[in-house]
């Protein structure tokens, strides 16, 4: 019998009871995640394992490096059995990582694989996978389909012209498919020739010749506007941490004007210029009625040497360790007294974070929906059996897990739908404890809406997003 079986994570008879019973039926709804929206409006097929399931996945190539992997089997040119390969030999070494757990939970969901991966059982589940990735069913869409996936929202730029989504929008299919707001690229001031690239693409795309602060303003709010009109409703940012330096807008102009004409912005009118725009992006967020969502505090492209030779998000990201709360606290508290502070996710990629991001949405409920500021969900590091636990302890300890919107992929792998499993068997083995050990009422009407709420209807109330598909339990 495989491991993973049909009782895996859940270690009494409780949470078993309650994961089949109201965990297990409630569709996904992934609202954060980095899947390419021209492959699902492309149907794409994969034509082998490799495609599907290395592509592209840095947690991997890490494992991989440490293992003692050339880079050729990793990002390189090698031949996608041979890189497979690789990984098969390395999974036996990622025994306690969860690449273990999601690496047998996913060949057995997607393919109905119970064998060990390594290199010994590497060819015939190799052959096996390919030969049920040759059928529709495992098309992007099929894929969507198979795991009851209601709706996902991709991260996409501001520049892009949305086309695949425009595609989607129009192609009825099952599944809704959302942009959601991604204006990283509008900070970064502090590399005056990226940045400039970028405008010019802004501009082509939005038609709005950029000469001014003010007409870079109104470019942004025209993009931000398209993504409302294809469904969008979510925004996100992905800073080191929060910029509460607010400058004066004739600041901000002057500092947008010397990057225009070359001039790269230092420290610290890069840290004032940030601060200006998300302020700005701030209100945009709140008069279109979006949710905004904060990735705080990871530290990207460590390895100069790597990130030199290979480019950006190929694996060479840590934890950070930065203050957080004064800086995020001054940011929200600005919106907050402008009265344009709009629905916000908050995730720590640091566990010296979790009581202090748990704590800070405390601070600025203000009753008008339930759960309106929330502490997101484990990230990055921090999506492991472990961190999905302290997340959840810290949330129950100082807010309202009741009112909590639940798990998210945050991937760019078709093969990472399971990680919903994964979490709501967490969930599910942690309320579980709690009833056996008298904590929690053994009651299923109080802790049943509970676990189905968790999983996936209060993310649907909470967003807005265009659903039709009620929860199935």
């Known amino acids: ?202 501009e082509a795309v939005s038609g709005v010749s950029i000469g001014s602060l003010s007409e870079f303003l109104d470019a942004l709010d025209q993009r931000h506007a398209f993504f409302h009109s294809l469904g969008g409703r979510l925004s996100d940012h992905g800073l080191a941490y929060c910029y509460a330096d607010f400058p004066s807008e004739a600041d901000a102009a002057a500092i947008f004007d010397r990057v225009r004409a070359g001039q790269t912005a230092g420290v610290d009118d890069h840290a004032r210029f940030a601060s200006y725009m998300m302020l700005f992006f701030g209100r945009l967020d709140s008069q279109r009625g979006w949710t905004k969502q904060l990735h705080l505090g990871a530290l990207r492209n460590v390895s100069t040497r790597g990130t030199t030779r290979l480019g950006p998000d190929k694996g060479f990201d840590s934890i950070g360790d930065w203050p957080q709360s004064a800086a995020l606290g001054a940011y929200l508290d600005r919106l907050q007294q402008e009265d344009a502070l709009p629905k916000m996710i908050l995730y720590n990629n640091n566990p010296v974070d979790n009581y202090p991001f748990a704590t800070m949405i405390g601070n600025f409920q203000d009753g008008s929906i339930p759960g309106k500021m929330q502490f997101g969900s484990g990230w990055w590091y921090l999506d492991t059996k472990e961190g999905i636990e302290w997340q959840l302890n810290a949330l129950s300890s100082v807010g309202l897990l009741s009112r909590f919107i639940g798990m998210l992929t945050d991937s760019r792998s078709f093969m990472s739908y399971p990680r919903h499993e994964y979490f709501r068997r967490v969930l599910c083995n942690l309320i579980g404890r709690d009833i056996e050990n008298g904590e929690i009422p053994d009651d299923d009407e109080l802790v049943g809406p509970m676990i189905e709420n968790i999983c996936y209807g209060n993310v649907r109330r909470y967003l807005g997003l265009e659903i039709s598909e009620e929860p199935r339990s």
């Open 1 to 202: 019998m495989s491991f993973i079986n049909d009782d895996f994570l859940l270690q009494t008879k409780t949470a078993r009871r309650l994961y089949r019973q109201y965990a297990a039926p409630q569709p996904i709804l992934d609202y954060h995640n980095h899947l390419p929206p021209e492959d699902i409006a492309s149907n794409r097929r994969f034509n082998n394992l490799f495609e599907i399931w290395l592509e592209g996945d840095h947690y991997k190539w890490r494992a991989m490096r440490a293992n003692g992997v050339e880079e050729k089997y990793c990002t390189g040119g090698a031949d996608p059995y041979d890189k497979f390969l690789a990984w098969a030999k390395t999974v036996p070494h990622t025994v306690r990582n969860p690449l273990y757990h999601w690496t047998h939970l996913e060949l057995q969901r997607y393919f109905g694989i119970h064998d060990l991966l390594s290199e010994k059982t590497a060819p015939r589940i190799w052959e096996q996978a390919n030969a049920l990735l040759a059928t529709p069913e495992f098309s992007t869409q099929g894929i969507l389909a198979k795991f009851r996936v209601a709706a996902l929202c991709t991260t996409d730029d501001p520049a892009d012209d949305l086309a695949a989504h425009q595609v989607l929008a129009k192609s009825g299919i099952a599944t809704k498919v959302f942009p959601a707001f991604r204006p990283d690229k509008a900070l970064a001031v502090n590399d005056a020739k990226g940045f400039n690239a970028w405008v010019s693409r802004l």
